[in-house]
C-alpha cells in the first residue's frame, strides 16, 4: 500500500536560518507528490505540489523536487521567518483519489 | 470563493451518544473527502463523493459510521454510539474534478470531537 515517512519534529531553528524536512514514500503507479502547511489554529493548506518526476513545486520560498529514483519529496526553504511556524505534512495520491498524508513535522522558528 | 466551512467547530459527548457534522464544500466542487486526525498524526482518509455518489469507503469506517451527500452539495458524517476512541479531528475537504493528476485538496477547519 501507499505510505509516507516523515522526519520527526519538533525542528527548531533561528530566524534565516536553512531549512530541510525530509519526506520519502512509498506507492503503486506515479503518484503525484504534496506539501501541506498547518498553522496554529487553522486547517490545512496546500503550499506546494509536483506531479511528475524531476518536477519541482515551489510557494512562498519553499521549494520541493520530485525525486523518482530516491522516492523523495524533501522540502527546502533558504531562509525561514518566524510566521513559518507551523506543522508541515508531506501527502500522495496515486492510482485513487484519496490523499495519504505523513504523521507531520512541526517547525519552530526563534527570533 | 468562501472556502470549505465546517460545523460544529468542537463538539463535546458522553459515550454511546450520536453526534453528526456537517461539511459545506467550495460552491463549484464535486468532490468531497472525509479525513480523521488524531493527535500527532497525520489525516487519514475514510470516504469521499463525486457529487451524490459515495466512491470509496475506507475499512476505518466501521458500521457505527455513515457518511451523506444528499444532493451532491453539503455532506454530514454520523457517528452512532459514540466510544472513546472516536475522539479526534474530522477533516473535511474539496475538490474540482479535473482528471489530473494534480488535482488539488482543499480543506476545511475541522470538527474536533470529544468523546467523554
Known amino acids: 500500500g501507499n505510505s509516507v515517512t516523515q522526519m520527526e519534529g519538533p525542528v527548531t531553528l533561528s530566524e534565516e536560518a536553512f531549512l530541510t524536512i525530509n519526506c520519502t514514500y512509498t506507492?503503486?503507479?506515479?503518484?503525484?507528490l504534496f506539501w501541506y502547511v498547518q498553522y496554529p489554529g487553522e486547517g490545512l493548506q496546500l503550499l506546494l505540489k509536483?506531479?511528475?518526476?524531476?518536477d519541482k513545486g515551489s510557494n512562498k520560498g519553499f521549494e520541493a523536487t520530485y525525486r523518482k529514483e530516491t522516492t523523495s519529496f524533501h522540502l527546502e526553504k533558504g531562509s525561514v521567518q518566524v510566521s513559518d511556524s507551523a506543522v508541515y505534512f508531506c501527502?500522495?495520491?496515486?492510482?485513487?483519489?484519496?490523499?495519504?498524508f505523513g504523521t507531520g513535522t512541526r517547525l519552530a522558528v526563534r527570533p | 470563493d468562501t472556502g470549505v466551512s465546517q460545523n460544529p467547530r468542537h463538539k463535546i459527548t458522553k459515550r454511546g451518544q450520536n453526534v453528526t457534522f456537517r461539511c459545506d464544500p467550495i460552491?463549484?466542487?464535486?468532490?468531497l473527502y472525509w479525513y480523521r486526525q488524531t493527535l500527532g498524526q497525520g489525516p487519514e482518509f475514510l470516504t469521499y463523493?463525486?457529487?451524490?455518489?459515495?466512491?470509496?469507503k475506507s475499512r476505518l469506517l466501521s458500521d457505527r459510521f455513515s457518511a451523506e451527500r444528499p444532493k451532491g452539495s453539503f455532506s454530514t458524517l454520523e457517528i452512532q454510539r459514540t466510544e472513546q476512541g472516536d475522539s479526534a479531528m474530522y477533516l473535511c475537504?474539496?475538490?474540482?474534478?479535473?482528471?489530473?493528476?494534480?488535482?488539488?485538496?482543499?480543506f476545511g477547519p475541522g470538527t474536533r470531537l470529544l468523546v467523554l
Open positions: 475537504a474539496s475538490s474540482l474534478r479535473t482528471g489530473g493528476a494534480g488535482e488539488t485538496q482543499y
Open positions: 509536483a506531479t511528475k518526476a524531476d
Open positions: 460552491s463549484e466542487h464535486n468532490r
Open positions: 501527502a500522495l495520491k496515486s492510482s485513487g483519489d484519496k490523499l495519504t
Open positions: 463523493f463525486q457529487n451524490e455518489a459515495q466512491l470509496e
Open positions: 506507492a503503486t503507479g506515479y503518484p503525484s
